[in-house]
C-alpha cells in the first residue's frame, strides 16, 4: 500500500493516521526526538504514549509522558518554555518519532537551548554551552 | 562537578568518558540518534549497549546492537552504508546519545536517506522520499 502510495500521489491512497499502528514498548511508550524546526538542531528525545500523541496533535504543543512521574507531561506547562508542533514524522519501522518543534526558550531543564550539550572530544567530556535562562 | 567544569574550562576539570556513567534500559541499551553531521537531516534512531558504544568510538564506524538480532550491527557492514563518527553527544539525563554522522548511501533498510519519511499532514500519512538506492 506504501509502495503504490508512494508511486501515485492521489487521495485514494493515503492513509489516515492513527496511534494505534505505532509500536510501542512494554510499557507503552514511544521515543519521540524533538528537533527545532528551523535550524535542525537536535533538543531533546522524551517519551510519548498513544494518548500524549493525540494530545500534542489536537493541542499543537507537544505533550510526553513522564516516566518518572508517570503522568502527562505538557512541555512547557510550569516554565513557559512550550514547543510548538511543526511537523510529526513516523520511521520505517513504526517504532520512533521526529518532531519539528518551535521552542520557546530552552528545551533542557538545566536551562540550555538543547539537551545534548556535553560532547566527547578524544575521549574527554565538554560541555558546549552555557544555561540561556536560569530555572526558578 | 559539570558545574565546575564549566565556570572554568581547564584541563583539571575535564571528565574523562565512561560508557560505565551512562544510563541503560533494563536491557542493558540506550537510544542513539544518528544525524547528519553536514545537513542536520535526522537519519535514524536506533539502540547501543557498552560494548557498541566502544567499538564505535574505537573503529570511528557507528556499531549499534540489534534488538531483533541480538548482535553487534555494524551499520554498513554488508550493504556499504555505513555511518562514520563524526561527534558522539550525551544528553542531561545521561540516558540518549546524539551522534553526528557521515553517512555513505542510504541510511534506512527501505533504500530511502532518513528512516524518518512518513510525514503527518492533517492527519494523514504522506510518504515523503523515494528510495535513493535499491538493495540487493
Redesign the interface.
Known sequence: M?KD??MQ?TADD????DTGTLKYNEAGLI?A?A?DAE????L??AWMNADSITQT?SSGRVTYWSRSRQSFWAKGETSGNVQELT???????RD?L?LQVRQTGPA???G?RS??????RD?????TS?PVATGS
Open positions: 506504501q502510495f508512494l500521489d493515503r492513509v489516515a493516521f521515543p526526538i528537533q535550524t535542525g538542531e537536535v531533546m528525545m496533535l511537523g510529526l514524522r513516523i520511521d520505517c519501522d520512533c521526529l533542557c531543564h538545566t540550555r539537551c545534548f550539550y556535553t560532547d566527547l575521549g574527554v567530556e565538554v560541555i552555557a
